[in-house]
């Protein structure tokens, strides 16, 4: 059987912010043809999950595969040989489980390059969370995975310029038929301990047209230049485009409220929000500092959270350029892969797009609701799990504290405490939220009618197992397939 295994090789490139965003505004097309392909209604098929793994951690990922039947899942690895030996064990897409092995290689960290080489250069700043060690890989794999889809496809890729657009509308009506439909729609990315649900995912993603470049999600995290917001009120997004706030909410420009952005959310948008939340000062519980204020796309971007995961449309990842994002990728100093691809979207043009499911269906007046996230809510987390989570993984939670507060420490000399940075020069080290576990503090506890509509509604959950060692996988494994099954027997 022939493995399929992916080397990414790139060199020292600079991110070339301004042109990129020059590009993102003018010099490709955003939004494919709906003429290349027809239209039809979403379906398990038009979906990709990716999961950004090590070899110790892949019982977690093969415990979601009840809940994922008939959907393509890519598994990003760190070792090449690994990944042609799970290929040649699983059977590669062609199998039961349509799982595919790539390798993420970064040649830098070579053995020619020197012992600290690596994605940061000779010399990286110290790492302050095992997270760090997977970020770079997390933060590629989108493209890893569309790259080698599109390679596995007879499809040929989305055009991504008017020109090429119209070049293949052309040949299609010359050829006297339409052009074939795209190898997939919408890309999943979340941590490996994440849980899709892909009925409520489908729900969700049918009211999207995958024929704009969209990155779709609910649950961020901000950095505001003092403290971790997580979940943040005041993340850099855009409202959907079909949103209409003078009938939701009664008037066209509310204040706190993002807008509408068509036909793709820009970081000037949610900089827009931010400003105005802000009254254009640093002061309040959110505000921060200037940077994270800002002007225009100039502030600092929000992210998704890795346990939350986000939705990307096929339009989006074909229209960025793998090179300059890797560039982009290296540039970074040690980081979680989650917010390593929240800026470089924002690098490229894009921020978020945020569902606000809770204010489309009048549950809410608030875009940011806690009690109304779909991606990684915890409360969704406490109804698909139950007690069983927590009943194995409580130990390891207290320990991985203590773990992070120790690294942290080693590094800096400073004690780490959830919500604070530490700054050792350029380099900064933040502590995890566990945002997917935990309601945030202080928050009200969800009614019934609020948990049922999250059942209903929401697209994911996260187990939060820690990247710590210790950790017993086989049985949190267990819970979550079990997790899966229900998911899977829900779907039936």
Not at 119 to 128: D, I, L, N, R, S
């Amino acid at each position: 059987m022939i493995s399929t295994v992916i080397f990414l090789v790139f060199g020292l490139c600079g991110t070339g912010g301004a042109s990129a965003v020059e590009r993102a505004a003018g010099q490709r097309s955003l939004q494919t043809s709906r003429s290349l392909y027809e239209a039809a209604p979403l379906s398990p098929s038009d979906l990709i999950i990716v999961y950004i793994t090590t070899p110790s951690r892949l019982p977690l990922v093969h415990a979601t595969r009840p809940a994922r039947r008939g959907i393509r899942t890519v598994i990003i690895l760190q070792d090449a040989s690994e990944a042609a030996r799970l290929n040649e064990l699983y059977g590669g897409e062609k199998s039961e489980h349509n799982e595919t092995f790539l390798a993420w290689v970064d040649p830098a960290a070579g053995a020619g390059a020197g012992v600290k080489s690596g994605p940061y250069g000779h010399m990286p700043p110290a790492v302050t969370h095992p997270l760090h060690l997977l970020g770079p890989a997390w933060a590629m794999a989108p493209l890893l995975a569309h790259a080698a889809v599109l390679a596995s496809s007879s499809t040929p890729p989305l055009a991504t310029t008017a020109a090429a657009t119209a070049a293949s509308a052309a040949a299609s009506s010359a050829a006297g038929g339409s052009s074939p439909p795209p190898p997939y729609r919408w890309m999943l990315i979340a941590r490996d301990d994440t849980l899709w649900r892909p009925h409520q995912v489908i729900r969700l993603l049918s009211q999207y047209d995958d024929g704009v470049a969209a990155a779709i999600s609910d649950h961020f995290i901000d950095f505001n230049g003092r403290k971790l917001l997580a979940p943040s009120p005041a993340a850099a997004v855009c409202l959907p485009c079909s949103f209409n706030l003078t009938e939701l909410l009664g008037r066209r420009h509310p204040p706190g409220v993002p807008q509408p952005s068509c036909p793709v959310c820009r970081p000037a948008g949610g900089c827009e929000f931010r400003f105005n939340l802000c009254g254009g000062l640093t002061g309040g519980p959110y505000c921060g500092t200037k940077r994270f204020l800002g002007s225009g796309d100039r502030c600092s971007h929000s992210w998704a959270a890795g346990g939350a995961g986000v939705a990307l449309s096929i339009t989006l990842l074909t229209y960025l350029d793998q090179e300059e994002w890797a560039g982009c990728v290296r540039a970074q100093r040690p980081s979680t892969g989650e917010r390593c691809l929240g800026r470089c979207l924002w690098r490229n043009g894009f921020s978020f797009t945020h569902p606000a499911a809770g204010l489309s269906d009048g549950l809410t007046r608030n875009v940011f609701s806690t009690q109304h996230m779909l991606f990684g809510n915890p409360f969704v987390r406490q109804e698909i799990f139950g007690s069983n989570a927590d009943a194995v993984l409580g130990p390891a939670y207290n320990a991985d504290e203590e773990a992070v507060k120790a690294a942290a420490a080693a590094a800096t000399g400073v004690e780490l405490v959830p919500g604070t940075e530490l700054r050792d020069g350029a380099a900064a080290g933040i502590a995890m939220p566990t945002s997917t576990r935990l309601p945030p503090a202080g928050e009200h506890d969800c009614d019934a009618d609020c948990r049922q509509w999250l059942l209903r509604r929401g697209v994911n959950v996260h187990l939060d197992v820690p990247y710590t060692d210790g950790i017993d996988i086989t049985s949190a494994a267990t819970v979550l397939q079990t997790a899966a099954e229900n998911v899977a027997r829900a779907s039936d």
